[in-house]
């Protein structure tokens, strides 16, 4: 079975400081896609940044990078210089690359930033 | 450029009851995935849609079904409401399926439709 495990239900951080958001997940499959998304009050689920299996390198896009650990199946988010707007849920996802079209979602873990 | 559209925005219906939910792709996509999200849980897949046929299905059971129309927009309907299908339905739609290649297409989400079952 796949699955995605989010272990932090709720997290706060102040203003202009670093998180860490944690993910591990669970494939038999070798190549398969990361995310993470975010999900604002308004519900619009937003792709944050996403990282293909086969790349070594982390993805960064900003203030946004994650931590890839292939052998252990952890994907952690880390979001840097936090802003009021970064206050959301924030999802891990993976999907294969084997022909299959779902994405698997963890539970997700709400960031609240404090001013 | 408009994003992926869902209608309506919010729906209360009884246990029995029948529901249609539509979405409209982002322009230039030709499919559309669903997924249920319950309150305090990531979406799960219901099912995928592309060239009018369902591609993959999700652990759900025949009360739900769908369609895809020439345009590419589509419908979720669900028969036989139970108090358990209460959730958040998003639609998301990308170019093309993930292909068995390996290569992805990235899904973009609409902002839902919240169904309420009394």
């Known amino acids: 079975a796949q699955t995605v495990t989010q272990s932090q239900p709720e997290m706060s951080v102040q203003e202009a400081e670093t998180v860490t958001l944690s993910c591990t997940y669970d494939t038999s499959e070798s190549n398969y896609y990361l995310f993470w998304y975010k999900q604002p009050p308004s519900r619009q689920m937003i792709l944050v940044i996403r990282q293909e299996a086969y790349k070594q390198q982390n993805a960064t896009e900003n203030r946004f990078s994650v931590n890839f650990q292939k052998a252990a199946k952890s994907f952690s988010l880390k979001i840097s210089d936090s802003q009021l707007g970064d206050t959301a849920m924030y999802f891990c996802?993976?999907?294969?690359?084997?022909?299959?079209?779902?994405?698997?979602f963890g539970k997700g873990t709400k960031l609240s930033v404090i001013p | 450029d408009a994003g992926v559209t869902q209608s309506p925005t919010h729906l209360i219906k009884t246990r029995g009851q029948q529901v249609t939910l539509r979405c409209s792709p982002k322009?230039?996509?030709?499919?559309v995935s669903w997924y249920q999200q319950a309150l305090g849980q990531g979406p799960q897949f219901i099912f995928q849609?592309?060239?009018?046929?369902?591609?993959q299905r999700g652990n759900f059971p025949d009360r739900f079904s769908g369609h895809q129309f020439p345009n590419y927009s589509s419908e979720l309907n669900v028969n036989a409401l139970l108090l358990g299908d209460s959730a958040l339905y998003l639609c998301?739609?990308?170019?093309?399926?993930?292909?068995?290649?390996?290569?992805?297409?990235?899904?973009?989400f609409g902002p839902g439709t919240r169904l309420t079952v009394l």
């Open positions: 998301a739609s990308s170019l093309g399926p993930a292909s068995g290649d390996g290569s992805y297409n990235e899904q973009f």
């Open positions: 322009s230039g996509h030709d499919t």
């Open positions: 996802a993976f999907i294969t690359g084997a022909g299959s079209y779902q994405l698997t």
């Open positions: 849609y592309y060239e009018e046929e369902e591609r």
